[in-house]
Each structure stands twice: as C-alpha cells, then as structure tokens.
Nanobody, 120 residues
Framework: QVQLVESGGGLVQAGGSLRLSCAASGRTFSSYIMGWFRQAPGNEREFVAHISSSSVSTSYADSVKGRFTISRDNAKNTVYLQMNNLKPEDTAVYSC?????????????WGQGTQVTVSS
C-alpha cells in the first residue's frame, strides 16, 4: 500500500510560483496514475492534473492549463506540481492522490494535503 506525503505549500504573491512535491512510500509507486486535487474553503474538491504511470500522458483542468505542470520521477517515488503565474483563486489545500483505475474509486490513496495561499 502506497502512502503519500505532500510538501512545498506556502504563501506566495499573485504571479509567483510554487513547486509542490508528493513523496510516496512503497514499491509500487510506478504502477499508479498520480494526480493533484485541490479544495478551497466552502468548495468541493476539484481535479487539477494527473499523469500516467509512465509519464506518457498528462491531463489538466482548464483553469490551470498553461500555468501548472505535473511531472513524476519513478526512481524517487515522487510526483511534482509546478505552479506558475499563481492567482488568488488558486488558494486551496492541494492533495496528491494515486489510483490504478479511476478517480472516483473508493480504493484510491490520498495524501493529507498542503496549503497554498496566493495573496493579491
């Protein structure tokens, strides 16, 4: 069973950048599709980006396309989210997740989240 720990969140001014990391334990990291999700206060959790197990394919929410980049290093059991040109509406708790099937599966694995706050 993979366990996920996020890091890299913080406070940044609008237009700035942050790089989130998600470190996974376990030997099966490379078999999972990895994703980033976020949840702002009062809002439902929303999809941000995901990357296939071999990094061949990625997908992004329209709201972050062109600004965020997801990547992974299977040798380091880590997935990243590079966030550029941050906007106040990007403020949320960002969580990484792992799935072998689909994002609505009850068997998915979730990290505890890291806070990102973008000031105007």
């Amino acid at each position: 069973q993979v366990q996920l720990v996020e890091s890299g969140g913080g406070l940044v001014q609008a237009g700035g950048s942050l790089r989130l990391s998600c470190a996974a334990s376990g030997r099966t990291f490379s078999s999972y599709i990895m994703g980033w999700f976020r949840q702002a206060p009062g809002n439902e959790r929303e999809f941000v980006a995901h990357i296939s197990s071999s990094s061949v394919s990625t997908s992004y929410a329209d709201s972050v396309k062109g600004r965020f980049t997801i990547s992974r290093d299977n040798a380091k059991n880590t997935v990243y989210l590079q966030m550029n040109n941050l906007k106040p509406e990007d403020t949320a708790v960002y969580s990484c997740a792992a799935t072998r099937t689909r994002w609505d599966s009850p068997n998915n694995i979730w990290g505890q989240g890291t806070q990102v706050t973008v000031s105007s």
